[in-house]
């Protein structure tokens, strides 16, 4: 299978797209499926107005990040065998129709299957949009296109969520079911009108790479640790707004606070990204979430519970986008499909595994001492992983496809 699918529509060949039309382009496609995965936020309230235990809840939000951790190397493979465009249309079709079934289930077993096909068409979407944008964007602007292209699932942080949490403080759960089915809707009519592929062909041209290359010609291990640890403190927010309801604070508070202070850094500070190695603001970026996690856990009211938030979000609003970035950095373009996939994987470990942590860890010792842990862990993971990057070889570089 060649880079170049002609049976996607996606060649050399194809009409090059205005950068600016691009960004602009998977912003919307990322702030649509974002949309999809980020309003199950407010999932664990929801379950619990469903008379779900703690227990039960923990299982159903993390079966969803498992299915999502599972399904990754199953989309670099759909990817490399039937091409980026219908991958996507295809998962994107799945993630409306499963999203439909919410509406006549309120069972454990069918809802955890729901959430699990629901988990697998979304994995399977994002490592095709990431492999897309990681091939079609040109090197010398990859930082700041993907600092930007994130903005799309930041901006689902201050509208679609707080949207949730309206509606369910209201008790409009079925209007709440509906938002998904919406943004999935979204997901499929812009994959249809996704714009060509068109790079050079001495990028395009080619085999896609193996397994073995990946792990011979790129630092997939430094990826790996990395994109874990990350995605342990970035999993938190999952379930903030339980501790905020536990607090007797507002869930909003953090949450909006948390879009606002990614998007404030990745617009004031876009062009560092540009300017020094991606990889190096991984673990500071790791570092400064950790700490505002474990000053929210303390936070007295809403507005220090505000302040919490958006300075996490200025660690996820590099941290985030760092660790996309080191797809396209690290690897070469056919191994990208490869190396999207171990980079979600990883990242979707956490996911899965911090909602069952704390489902479990909540009846034992509070929600809020289950913070204070998970945020020293992560303070703790932010200096590591620091360590290890400034460790890493300077004059490196994986951006062209020579290897």
Partial sequence: MKICDERAGMCPESPLRSSAYLVLYLIGTTWAIYSYSNVFFMFAPYLALKGFSP??????????????????????????????????????????????????????????????VMGCAYGIFVVALTTYQSLVIPEEIRGLAFALITLGSMACLFTVVPFADWLLAQGHTSFFLAVPVFTAGLCVVLSFRLPPLSRASSILSGEWGTWSEL?????????????????????????????????????????????????????????????????????????????????????????????CGFFYGIGMGYGYPAHLALIGDL???????????????????????????????????????????????????????TAMWVSYPKNFSMSSDCK
């Avoid at 404030?264 to 950790?290: C, E, K």
């Fill in 55 to 116: 227990e039960f809840a923990g299982i159903l939000v993390g079966g969803f990040y498992a299915a999502t951790t599972c399904a990754r190397p199953l989309g670099s493979w759909l990817v490399e065998r039937v091409g980026i465009r219908r991958t996507l249309i295809v998962s994107a079709f799945l993630c409306l129709g499963i999203s439909l079934f919410m509406f006549v289930v309120s069972s454990f077993w069918p809802l955890l299957a729901i959430r699990l």
């Fill in 331 to 385: 690897a070469p373009a056919r191994l990208r499909a490869k190396s999207s996939a171990v980079v979600y994987f990883c990242y979707d470990v956490s996911w899965f595994a911090l909602p069952v942590y704390v489902g479990f860890a909540t009846p034992v010792i509070g929600e809020v001492w289950a913070f204070k842990l998970l945020a020293f862990f992560s303070v703790i993971s932010g200096a590591g992983v």
């Fill in 215 to 307: 792990y011979r010609d790129t630092p997939v291990w430094r990826m790996g640790t990395s994109s874990t640890l990350f995605g342990l403190c970035d999993a938190s927010i999952v379930y903030l707004p339980a501790l905020a309801l536990a607090m007797g604070l507002v869930p909003s508070a953090f949450v909006v606070a948390n879009g606002l202070g990614a998007l404030t850094i990745r617009i004031w500070g876009r062009d560092f990204f540009n300017r020094y190695p991606r990889y190096i603001f991984a673990g500071p970026s790791l570092l400064v979430m950790a700490i505002f996690l474990y000053l929210s856990a303390v936070a007295a009211n809403n507005f220090w519970l505000f302040v």
